[in-house]
């Protein structure tokens, strides 16, 4: 049974960086994508940044220039750096990952806090 785990999450001020990290383990089968989702409280999930098997990378209109996603396929790991935080930005972090079992399962994480504060 694959496990996500994700670390990272914290209290930030206004202007700060966080750095997510999100892994995979106990699956033996390909990993297509990786990504990260929010939801703030009252708010829809709202998508903040996908990459695939070919780095190619998505990102939500909402952190468009203040977040970069990278991957590190040999750890199955992915990255979220994410800098200029705002109030906004206060949101459950969500891991999302594809895995090509075949057919694709999708796997969910349970979450980190992000706070953006002063």
């Known amino acids: 049974q694959a496990q996500i785990v994700e670390s990272g999450g914290g209290l930030v001020q206004p202007g700060g960086s966080l750095r997510l990290s999100c892994s995979i383990s106990?699956?033996?089968?390909?990993?297509?994508?990786m990504g990260w989702y929010r939801q703030a409280p009252g708010k829809q999930r709202e998508l903040v940044a996908t990459i695939n098997r070919s780095s190619n990378t998505n990102y939500g209109d909402g952190v468009k220039g203040r977040v970069t996603i990278s991957r590190d396929s040999a750890k199955d790991t992915a990255y979220l750096q994410m800098n200029s935080l705002e109030f906004e930005d206060t949101a459950v972090y969500y891991c999302n990952v594809g895995v090509l079992t075949p057919p694709l399962e999708e796997y969910w994480g349970q979450g980190t806090q992000v706070t953006v504060s002063s």
């Open positions: 106990g699956t033996p089968y390909m990993i297509a994508y």
